[in-house]
């Protein structure tokens, strides 16, 4: 915990947010790490499977508040469960969303290709610390060229996207997970095109033919969080037992 905290402080995360330590005690002895982007209940029990009694999600399963533990929802059996097989989860959320070295953003970028990041909407007094990440990438490409390296690169079943402007994308703004909130500051900084998720209709419309905006999924924007939490708990633990889950927890599908 105090590593991953060393790089994502639980003080950045957003007053909705419930990162930290969600099930288990700070004092178990740890025999092995499964990292996720989503605990499930099959999650849990593949860390039994594989000799650990950890999780290391980057969503947190206890989002809002339980008021019973009864089995009637994912969230309560994968609860039940883990204190059953006396499995932690621990959840590192928007926390790691907000740093720009070795956040969920800069993970992203380094798929894209991007350099030169900077935070997109910077908290005060903190070029480091913010929301979305903007980038350059080596050279421009056209609309469609930029479509078709994301879904390349991020594993994409499909992009929803805006109207193309028939302009060249170079600079680019992205935030993993739901990003619509950061359209303003994507259009203030002069971005060429948007890499988020989670847009819903009407707000396609704010895009206002200013910026092209791709949404390539929730699950594809940060399916990459998992390696790298690996990397980052690897460097100070090089020999402990690190799995990474053969699970695709995407709930979405594409037909």
Request: glycine content about 8%; overall charge negative.
């Amino acid at each position: 915990m105090d590593v991953l905290e060393a790089v994502a402080p639980l003080h950045l995360q957003e007053s909705y947010d419930n990162a930290g330590l969600i099930v288990g005690h700070p004092d178990w002895e740890v025999t092995g790490v499964l990292f996720c982007l989503d605990s499930t209940e099959a999650v849990v029990s593949e860390a039994v499977r594989k000799g650990c009694n950890l999780v290391v999600a980057h969503h947190p399963i206890v989002f809002r508040g339980l008021k019973r533990l009864n089995g009637h929802s994912y969230v309560e059996r994968t609860v039940m469960e883990a204190i059953r097989r006396h499995v932690a989860i621990y959840a590192i959320h928007t926390n790691l969303d907000n740093v720009l070295r070795q956040g969920v953003n800069a993970q992203l970028a380094e798929r894209i290709g991007l350099s030169g990041l900077r935070i997109l909407a910077p908290r005060p007094g903190s070029a480091d610390t913010g929301a979305g990440v903007l980038g350059e990438l080596p050279e421009a490409m056209s609309e469609v060229q930029f479509l078709a390296h994301l879904k390349t690169a991020l594993q994409a079943g499909a992009i929803r996207h805006t109207a193309l402007l028939g302009k060249p994308v170079r600079s680019v703004a992205i935030c993993g997970g739901a990003g619509s909130f950061l359209l303003p500051q994507a259009i203030a900084q002069g971005a060429d095109a948007f890499v988020t998720a989670d847009f819903k209709y009407h707000e396609f419309f704010d895009a206002d033919g200013r910026i092209l905006v791709a949404d390539v999924g929730h699950y594809e924007s940060e399916q990459f969080t998992m390696e790298l939490l690996r990397s980052i708990v690897q460097e100070k633990f090089p020999t402990f037992a690190l799995h990474l889950t053969d699970l695709r927890t995407n709930p979405v599908f594409y037909f």
